[in-house]
């Protein structure tokens, strides 16, 4: 006999609070300065191989507050949200324009239908029959720059230092009114966000740790796209029209539960339980896992979410193309198999 839960209830139960949002800002804000300092005092040593990517991990909990504050899940405050995300979008070199797309992506992740004519997974740009009508040269072209090595190198840099300085800014001026958001409200946070972030690179070069900040900065963007990739590609694929999709499934067919390993935990802030993000995105990081447990623990609500292992989260990687015919997401390697039997 199935088992229910009021999902109401409880939603409410673990959405944001002023002193659960406080205590964890406090204590990240205090981790956050801790490891810029340890990359400040070990510049010069060996132990940077260390502080480096410390730092490049709170980062990526850095930039999960932010995307917590730009859902206004974070503190029960939308004007507190906001302040908050300017400024944790200076560390992350992220503007909160961001949300324009993200937003949009919580509207159509594996809706292949959807009236936004946005992508239904936001990594993965051609499918299957258009990857077999490529010319050479561009198939070429697409084999380089999909190998994981290149594309989980290349991209986040290319998205988050360079894209992010002001492409909501285009998109608005290109595409008016399709794109939310102010065009004045837009370019000042472009402006915000460009300025902050230029003025923290100016002040880790006055400190000597530019090249340290620069990495560790990097080694973020890079788990941000290795994380956000794994959410949403994975095999049984989720991919269906306007009729079937619902923001439910969106969350419990649609999105996977990375097993993160515990040590871990921390610096991916419970953006792992992606299955619950995507069903509603108002429950913060700090309560996701309690959220999840009572769920298991009163209900079958979970017991068909996809669940991906660190194997899995790898072997992902290569997932590069959608096969519109079977229904799946395949590699590069795979599709050429295919070419050749037809």
Known sequence: MEKKINEGELFSKYKSSYSAAFKDLSIHTFLMLSSFY???????????????????????????????????????????????????????????????????????????????????????????????????????????????????????????????????????????????????????????????????????YQHNILIHFFFSSYISFILKFLLFFNQHTFNPAYAVGNMEWTQKNSGLEGSSFIQIPSILKYFTMGIEYHHIHHMNAKIPGYNIQKYHEEVISKSNMFDNIVILNMQDCFTNLWLMLYDNENKKYITIEEAEQIIKTK
């Open 38 to 204: 340890l990359i400040w005092v070990f510049r010069n040593s060996y132990v940077s191989i260390v502080t480096v990517p410390l730092n490049g991990m709170l980062l990526t909990r850095t930039f999960i507050i932010f995307h917590d504050c730009q859902h206004n899940s974070y503190t029960p405050n939308r004007l507190l949200n906001n302040y908050i995300s300017h400024l944790l979008g200076i560390f992350t070199f992220t503007s909160p324009n961001w949300i324009l797309d993200h937003h949009t992506h919580h509207l159509t992740n594996g809706n292949i239908e959807n009236k936004y004519n946005f992508k239904f997974n936001e990594l993965l740009y051609y499918s299957f029959d258009q990857y077999k009508n490529f010319d050479p040269f561009h198939k070429n072209i697409f084999i380089v720059f999909h190998h994981p090595i290149i594309f989980f190198t290349f991209f986040p840099f290319f998205y988050f230092f360079i894209i992010q300085r002001f492409i909501y800014f285009i998109k608005k001026v290109k595409y008016g009114n399709k794109i939310g958001g102010i065009l004045s409200t837009i370019t000042i946070n472009h402006l915000i966000n460009n300025i902050g972030s230029s003025f923290l690179l100016y002040m880790a």
